[in-house]
């Protein structure tokens, strides 16, 4: 099987989160996909069947199968745009439909991804103990202006934003406990934010429940985040960038915009470069 090793959401032609990508005849048994996700070893591999005007997509991390990825999601758009041109692509997942666009740019493609519907919820306090504890955190080092919430764009993410910059820079965490917690309530990342600005998001995100114990940039909890913050009525912009990888040396950057409306889709784009 050939796979296309893509990174999205680079940050002028460098950093990002390698993604792959496997266009196919017919979807493979999930045993296959797996074992392939393990071999390419990056978060996420998408694979893709064309379904007369729409394309058939499953994400596979090398421990697991997720409903959407978000990072894949802009890896394959600008695959299809290399393939097929710049334009509008439908994608069938799991659980819902969704759009990705393809726009060629100085650098090759830019992508952007119209995200399944978005919604939140509170986060059980003794849970949030347990997760802060793993993560050396207390109470104290959380911003009071954001709740803690599980938050979902196709898939579920915990939101966590901290007061200071320097504590989202030490982060760190026991990778199992970890893992467990977050199998135990469904997550596919836990989102540690720091907010700059009106407009400036710093964020890193823990993905052991998918063998992986950071991603350098997260375009599903990247959607997420916007649902969360138009719920819990922010006073920032609709249209704000994410910047994530800085901590690894893989610098990332997530361009993220959203409507009024509670529980819309919302729209997330990067830029995306060859591995290979």
Not at 17 to 42: I, R, S, T
Not at 221 to 232: K, M, P, Q, S, T
């Amino acid at each position: 099987m050939n796979v296309l090793k893509l990174a999205a959401f680079s940050n002028n032609g460098k950093g990002g989160n390698p993604a792959g990508v496997a266009f196919c005849d017919e979807m493979p048994g999930d045993e296959e996909m797996l074992k392939v996700a393990k071999q390419v070893g990056f978060s996420e591999t998408a694979f893709l069947v064309q379904q007369e005007d729409s394309w058939r997509v499953r994400y596979f991390a090398p421990e697991m199968e997720v409903p959407f990825c978000g990072h894949a999601t802009i890896a394959l758009g600008a695959a299809l745009g290399e393939r097929f041109g710049e334009g509008e692509y439908k994608l069938v997942l799991n659980d819902s439909r969704i759009r990705v666009r393809a726009d060629r740019s100085e650098t090759g493609f830019i992508a952007t991804l119209q995200s399944p519907e978005t919604h939140s919820d509170d986060a059980p306090w003794e849970y949030v103990d347990r997760i802060l504890e793993a993560f050396n955190l207390t109470m104290n080092d959380l911003d009071t202006r954001y709740p803690v919430r599980f938050a979902s764009a196709g898939a579920k993410h915990l939101i966590l934003v901290l007061k200071e910059r320097k504590t989202l820079a030490e982060m760190k965490y026991l990778f199992d406990e970890v893992k467990a917690l977050m199998n135990e309530q469904g997550l596919i990342t836990i989102s540690l934010l720091w907010n700059e600005s009106d407009e400036v998001f710093h964020s890193r995100n823990a993905f052991a429940s998918g063998g992986v114990y950071e991603d350098p940039a997260t375009g599903a909890a990247a959607a997420a985040l916007a649902g969360y913050l138009r719920e819990i009525g922010w006073q920032g912009k609709n249209s704000f960038t994410i910047l994530q990888g800085e901590d690894m040396g893989m610098p990332s950057r997530l361009m993220v915009r959203f409507s009024p409306k509670v529980g819309e889709s919302v729209a997330v784009s990067g830029e995306t470069r060859h591995l290979e």
